[in-house]
Each structure stands twice: as structure tokens, then as C-alpha cells.
């Protein structure tokens, strides 16, 4: 009995307080409630595909200082590894003397080494065979494949002083790569085999020379493939990172492979600016609205 009075004694209470009107209005106001945190849900998921999808400033710029060091540190230069020939790479061979009547047997034409640029190399040059040998005029067959275009140079040189000339026809010989060629392929301006008229070249100015690296190529990770008399070799290397001129892999061989690879974002086809992407969630989201409706109807 005692129970049951302190029940109706509460039950007192709260109807001269009007709470149970007020219960009942926060009931009525919780389906508003309800749609209005969904709304919010959905905008700040949108947001959040507007944040993620979008390409980072920092993973678009070249050769960043990340260890917060001062960037008037010198960086310090890595020797690479001379490159070595190897079979079908093709030769600029010239041989000079005080007199040129001298050597002209020696040489395919008598036009000078101006004509030896360009592709018309590929015809007049001389092309490291399967065997590794490359064909001289009255020298013969000569073995390149393995050597440095100095040790080429040297050896050639030395053949003629050994077996037609004396050392007072001032003899002398030059090697030269008939360009220096590499492939690049994935996400650049311009994919495709390239010759650079040079005799260094980096993984920067190829990648210049090939129309840049587009929006949504990987800097990150752009991958090396270089062929060795030992083997293939493949790394990737960081070009938003100034420590990339440290790697051996900064510096570009005849021959080398470049592959660069694309950013998630391209997959996924969400934009690679934030307006694209802002356009693209509308898409979404009109698309997704007007399902509703023609659901309901």
C-alpha cells in the first residue's frame, strides 16, 4: 500500500511539472532530429571523399626538403657506375690525325662527323652484334660488349699505333654513344623511346624531355629498370624528395627503363582537383535522389 502511494505521489509530480508534455514533444522532435544528423552525415562524409580524393600539393612538388634541414646544404654527389656496352648498342666511331689522308680508309665516309647525328646513326654507326663484336674498316672485328667507351677508345687506339701507325701521326680516336636513348612509359606527357644528344642525362630531364609527369602520376614511386651484363635491376626512387640526388638511380644509363605509375585517384574517378571532386559527389548524390524518387512513385 505504502508503495503504491509514493507511485501515485510521483506520478503527482510530474503531471503538475507538464513533464510528460515535454517528453511527448522531445518524441515529436526526434524524427527531425534524426534527419537532421543524417543530413550531417552525409555532408561530412562528402566531405571527406572531397579531402581524400583530391592530389596533395606535397605529393606534386619536385625535390621537397623533408628533414627540415636548411636547404642550402650541399648534396652530396654519387658516383654511378660506368656503363657498360652491350649487344645492339650503336657507336659513333671517328679516327683523326694530323694528317686526315692519313685515316681516311679508316672511316665508313668521308662527309666528317657532322653527318653522325640524329637516326641516320642507326644506318651509318656501328651496332654491337649478338656476339658483342663491332665491325672496323681494315681494323675488323673488334669486342666491345662489357667495355666502357673509354676502354673502347683506348683499345682501339692502341690497335692502330700497334699495327699501322707510329706514335708521330698523332693519332687519336673518338667513341661516342650514338645518343643516349631510354623508355618511358605510364602516367608522362609523352610516352615512347627518347635520344638525348648527351653524354649524362638524369631520371629530371628525361622526365622533362617526355612532357613532365601528368596530375595523377606517382612521384613517389617512380620505377627504374636498368639491364646489366649481370641481370636486370629494378628500384624506385622518390622524386619529391631532394635526397633522390643521392641515389645512383638519379643518374640514367643508355638503355634504361622508366615506368611511372598512377595515383589511387586515377582508379578511382573521384577527380583530381577539389572542384572535380565536389562535381563528382553532386553526381552522386543527384543520381541517388532522383532513384529515391522514381522508387517512391
Not at 503504491?4 to 526526434?30: A, G, P, V
Not at 582537383?273 to 543520381?287: A, D, F, R
Amino acid at each position: 500500500m505504502c508503495l503504491l502511494k509514493s507511485h501515485l505521489r510521483i506520478i503527482k509530480i510530474l503531471i503538475e511539472k507538464d513533464t510528460f508534455k515535454l517528453l511527448n514533444e522531445k518524441l515529436y522532435l526526434l524524427p527531425i532530429y534524426l534527419k537532421m544528423n543524417k543530413n550531417i552525415f552525409y555532408l561530412l562524409f562528402g566531405i571527406s571523399i572531397l579531402f581524400t580524393s583530391c592530389i596533395p600539393t606535397k605529393d606534386l612538388i619536385y625535390l621537397q626538403n623533408k628533414n627540415g634541414s636548411s636547404t642550402d646544404l650541399p648534396i652530396s654527389e654519387v658516383m654511378s657506375k660506368p656503363y657498360r656496352l652491350q649487344v645492339n648498342d650503336v657507336l659513333s666511331i671517328t679516327i683523326k690525325a694530323d694528317d686526315p689522308k692519313l685515316v681516311t680508309i679508316f672511316n665508313p665516309t668521308n662527309k666528317g662527323e657532322t653527318d653522325n647525328v640524329g637516326s641516320s646513326l642507326y644506318f651509318s654507326g656501328y651496332t654491337v652484334d649478338d656476339h658483342g663484336n663491332i665491325r672496323i674498316p681494315v681494323l675488323g672485328e673488334i669486342n666491345a660488349i662489357g667495355f666502357t667507351v673509354e676502354e673502347l677508345r683506348l683499345k682501339i687506339e692502341k690497335q692502330l699505333l700497334d699495327e699501322y701507325f707510329k706514335k708521330e701521326a698523332n693519332i687519336f680516336v673518338i667513341v661516342r654513344m650514338a645518343g643516349f636513348k631510354y623508355t618511358i612509359s605510364g602516367e608522362v606527357g609523352s610516352m615512347g623511346t627518347k635520344f638525348l644528344f648527351q653524354d649524362h642525362v638524369n631520371i629530371m630531364e628525361a622526365i622533362a624531355n617526355s612532357g613532365d609527369i601528368t596530375i595523377t602520376g606517382d612521384r613517389k614511386a617512380v620505377t627504374i629498370i636498368r639491364q646489366t651484363p649481370t641481370g636486370t635491376e629494378m628500384h624506385d626512387i622518390d622524386l619529391t624528395d631532394v635526397n633522390v640526388m643521392k641515389s645512383p638511380y638519379y643518374h640514367l644509363q643508355p638503355n634504361d627503363f622508366i615506368y611511372v605509375k598512377p595515383l589511387k585517384q586515377k582508379t578511382w574517378g573521384t577527380g583530381k582537383t577539389g572542384i572535380e571532386s565536389m562535381s563528382t559527389i553532386i553526381t552522386v548524390l543527384s543520381l541517388f535522389t532522383t532513384t529515391l524518387v522514381l522508387l517512391k512513385l
